[in-house]
């Protein structure tokens, strides 16, 4: 789905990831499910661009709804996945902290495990082969994304700004829409490991210059990083 010149979302408010297009290649941010697989062959077929022109993978952390079609990519495509050191650990073993679900309505949290079932979801595989980055890093890919560390909901949770697209991809580390309520609006993520680390976070977001801000779940949000971080303020 289109949202703006060079900017696509793959999926939808429960689960999401997201492509940017440009001349010199695409960038993915986060990949969902494994059935979003059939979601980014759709998306690329729409733009008239093969495979082949995606230049890289950045994960904005280590979670299986987030690196749902990663292996895949990585192995039958040669895409090179990147994910902070912090994290490498967990998206290469899915070994994790558990963590309180939290407040939680049975539709909702249904809807949202039920979906995952029809993504998928159980067939996630673990990636085998990652390029570990750091806070501050730009990567030499499409849009010259650049690493914001956002530790919190796991130690390498990041955001991505990618100013060609005015956007910054926040994955879990804040949400419009909280998968177990349903409740929609600026707020917390569910299974968070540390979360007054992960509010504190939210201070690094409000500087960003992005009239975007893309999480992992939830509706886009098109306003300034500084608004939803003053949104969520609220929460």
């Known amino acids: 789905m289109r949202l703006a010149p060079h900017l696509h979302r793959l999926g939808n408010d429960i689960v999401a990831s997201y492509l940017v297009d440009l001349p010199e ?11 979003h697989w059939g979601d980014l062959r759709r998306e690329l077929d729409a733009l008239g661009r093969p495979l082949s022109d995606i230049r890289g993978l950045v994960l904005t952390h280590g979670d299986s709804d987030h690196i749902g079609f990663a292996e895949r990519l990585r192995h039958e495509a040669g ?14 073993t899915g070994e994790k902290p558990k963590t309180p679900m939290g407040p939680a309505r049975l539709a909702p949290t249904l809807g949202f495990f039920a979906y995952g079932l029809r993504k998928n979801a159980l067939r996630t595989h673990h990636v085998q082969d990652v390029v570990e980055v750091a806070d501050g890093d730009v990567l030499d890919l ?3 994304p650049a ?32 998968v177990l309520t349903g409740h929609e609006g600026p707020q917390p993520a569910p299974f968070t490991d540390e979360p007054e680390v992960a509010r504190a976070s939210l201070n690094r977001l409000a500087e960003v210059p992005a009239s975007w801000v893309l999480p992992g779940h939830g509706a886009p949000w098109h306003g300034s990083a500084a608004g939803i971080v003053a949104a969520m303020s609220a929460c």
Do not use: C, E, K
Request: hydrophobic fraction near 45%.
């Open 79 to 92: 895409v090179p996945v990147f994910i902070h050191s912090a994290d490498a650990h967990r998206v290469r």
């Open 25 to 35: 290649g695409i960038t993915l941010i986060d990949a969902g499910l494994p059935g």
């Open 142 to 144: 499409p849009g010259r």
């Open 147 to 178: 690493i914001i560390g956002m530790p919190g909901h796991s130690p390498g949770s990041i955001a991505v700004h990618v100013p060609a697209a005015d956007a910054v991809f926040v994955g879990d580390a804040l949400t419009t829409r909280h």
